[in-house]
T-cell receptor, first 110, second 117 residues
């Protein structure tokens, strides 16, 4: 059974810092890995998707990497801003469904 | 539509009543998913539709939960005889391809917030 873990569970940083969020998964037989953002009281917004054959994806200040063999992904956020404050979720896709981690709650202070 | 649409956005119901939650996926998306998120917890998979069929309904927590999809479009999640532990946000998502397809981005709605009192 696939299990997804995210570390840290919560993170508080001052504005401008670069930061790394970690995601690990137990079964390396995945198809895709997707990073989402969830704001309080809202649904999920897709940030980046990495196919299992890829090593990384970039969008603006976000960079996600994937090491499938070791079961790890990282989300790097450059020059963090208060608007980045949210919960970040990673999800791995098996054949028929996504399995989510429990998320990292990020707070960026002005 | 432009995104995944869910209704109602909020629902308060009395214990023992039945509720129906609706999901309108992005037009043309063949795959549709329901997840549940209890307060402060992670997302639990409930059911996955490919077209109008549900090849994976392994996450439905009990026989009080059922879901259907018609016209390869709208889906309804029904909870019968609601209990307080059913209080959660119910999230619907859709994607163009099957979940395992390379590069298949999955898009979520804003959720239906259910409170059972």
């Amino acid at each position: 059974k696939q299990e997804v873990t995210q570390i840290p569970a919560a993170l508080s940083v001052p504005e401008g810092e670069n930061l790394v969020l970690n995601c690990s998964f137990t079964d390396s037989a995945i198809y895709n890995l997707q990073w989402f953002r969830q704001d309080p009281g809202k649904g999920l917004t897709s940030l980046l998707l990495i196919q299992s054959s890829q090593r990384e994806q970039t969008s603006g200040r976000l960079n996600a990497s994937l090491d499938k063999s070791s079961g790890r992904s990282t989300l790097y956020i450059a020059a963090s801003q208060p608007g980045d404050s949210a919960t970040y979720l990673c999800a791995v896709t098996g054949f028929q469904k996504l399995v989510f981690g429990t998320g990292t709650r990020l707070l960026v202070s002005p | 539509g432009a995104g995944v649409s869910q209704s109602p956005s909020n629902k308060v119901t009395e214990k023992g009543k039945d509720v129906e939650l609706r999901c309108d996926p992005i037009s043309g998306h063949t795959a549709l998913y329901w997840y549940r998120q209890r307060l402060g917890q992670g997302l639990e998979f409930l059911i996955y539709f490919q077209g109008n069929s549900a090849p994976d309904k392994s996450g439905l927590p009990s026989d009080r939960f059922s879901a259907e999809r018609t016209g390869e479009s709208v889906s309804t999640l029904t909870i019968q005889r609601t209990q307080q532990e059913d209080s959660a946000v119910y999230l619907c998502a859709s994607s163009f391809l099957i979940p395992g397809a390379a590069g298949n981005t999955i898009y979520f709605g804003e959720g239906s917030w259910l409170t059972v009192v």
